[in-house]
Nanobody
């Protein structure tokens, strides 16, 4: 089992920055998909930025150039640096990981992920 715990959410004005962190513990698999998703009420969970099992990053179009994911293997942590935040970035953000090796396009699909954190709220005001 893998446990994922997010931190770093909060409220910020448009144009501001936040950094989310995800601490992983348990039997992590180093070829797994790991990344960030977000969800707003009434909408499906969507990918934000993820690494596939080979370490290649993918970002959804709306965050390219503004968000950056990074991974510290020694500390077993995943981060999401969010700059130039917009009101449409407001959502619950989730860290997620798979239990098996993964590549794209599967690593962009929420259903491929087995482990989820509890979520951290990000609110961006205009």
């Amino acid at each position: 089992q893998v446990q994922l715990v997010e931190s770093g959410g909060g409220s910020v004005q448009a144009g501001g920055s936040l950094r989310l962190s995800c601490a992983a513990s348990g039997n992590t698999y180093n070829r797994a998909c790991i990344g960030w998703f977000r969800q707003t009420p009434g909408k499906e969970r969507e990918v934000v930025g993820v690494f596939d099992g080979g370490g290649t990053a993918y970002y959804t179009d709306s965050v390219k150039g503004r968000f950056t994911i990074s991974q510290d293997h020694a500390k077993n942590t995943l981060s999401l640096q969010m700059n130039n935040l917009k009101p449409e970035d407001t959502a619950m953000y989730y860290c997620a990981g798979s239990s098996r090796a993964g590549s794209f396009p599967w690593c962009r699909t929420p259903a491929y992920f087995d482990y989820w954190g509890q979520g951290t709220q990000v609110t961006v005001s205009s």
